[in-house]
């Protein structure tokens, strides 16, 4: 990267640090929903929801911001001059991606405890050290590893790698996390009897149900269970923690 303009390489910096933060918001607050922006000021038993999604959204704003600043920076720099090595790129990307994660980590999980990777477990440092490792140095050291060449490969196995990584770790959500209730809203006109078939198609059983009957709480169920329950009228079948908590009003014996 050597005579690269300041700001194309202070503009990728910026650009990857905010995929990181994307990459931690998306993944870790609302698919895995493993914690919030603020979960560890929050009272565990009875969270704030709405607090907590408008601090993830002042999040993912910011980051927006980031990385708005960091692709003007490239534009401006870049501007007439060409075509460029992609290789520099990723490895300043990577650089950025890799910090982001250190940061976090030093800051919002240990020094300031604002969150955890994992609030529902006793002992979370296990949890954080394992993230940190896989998303804060190996990113900066593939970046560091990187040759100076423009060929596209390493880009292309860097983004297969993290990929993969995300979507197993999404995967295996609801295997880390534990059984869960499930939320089910099944659509109008649905009878009592259809209704069951699916629960017992899907293998799951009732815990609850509103008293509209439109809404069940059950157990948590696999996959193939969840599009059974599709198939017998549900219009919506949610593990979610935030839509649990807004249908507990519902709840009737």
């Not at 990929?163 to 089910?184: F, R």
């Amino acid at each position: 990267m050597e005579g690269a303009d300041r700001r194309v390489i202070i503009g990728w910096l910026m650009i990857g640090f905010a995929l990181g933060g994307f990459f931690d918001g998306i993944l870790l607050h609302q698919v895995l929903q493993w914690h919030h922006l603020l979960s560890g000021l929050d009272d565990p038993a009875n969270p704030n929801l709405p607090l907590q999604v408008l601090a993830d959204g002042i999040f993912h704003l910011l980051m927006y911001v980031v990385a708005i600043i960091g692709t003007a920076l490239v534009v401006r720099a870049r501007k007439g001059q060409g075509a460029f090595d992609r290789t520099p790129v990723l490895k300043l990307a990577l650089f950025g991606f890799g910090a982001w994660h250190v940061v976090d980590a030093l800051l919002s999980h240990w020094l300031l405890g604002i969150h955890r990777i994992r609030m529902d477990i006793d002992d979370p440092l296990l949890w954080d050290l394992g993230w940190l490792a896989v998303f804060g140095p190996l990113p900066l050291m593939i970046g560091w590893c990187l040759p100076r060449g423009g060929s596209g490969r390493p880009l292309a196995a860097s983004v297969l790698a993290l990929l993969m990584a995300s979507g197993l770790a999404a995967g295996l959500g609801p295997a880390l996390t534990g059984p869960q209730e499930m939320i089910v809203v099944f659509r109008s006109g649905v009878s009592e009897d259809e209704k069951m078939a699916a629960l017992m198609n899907a293998g799951g059983s009732l815990r609850w149900s509103d008293a509209s009957g439109a809404v069940w709480g059950i157990s948590d169920v696999p996959l193939p269970g969840m599009l059974a329950l599709y198939r017998g009228g549900a219009a919506l079948v949610s593990s979610t923690p935030a839509l649990a908590g807004c249908l507990a009003f519902t709840r009737r014996a």
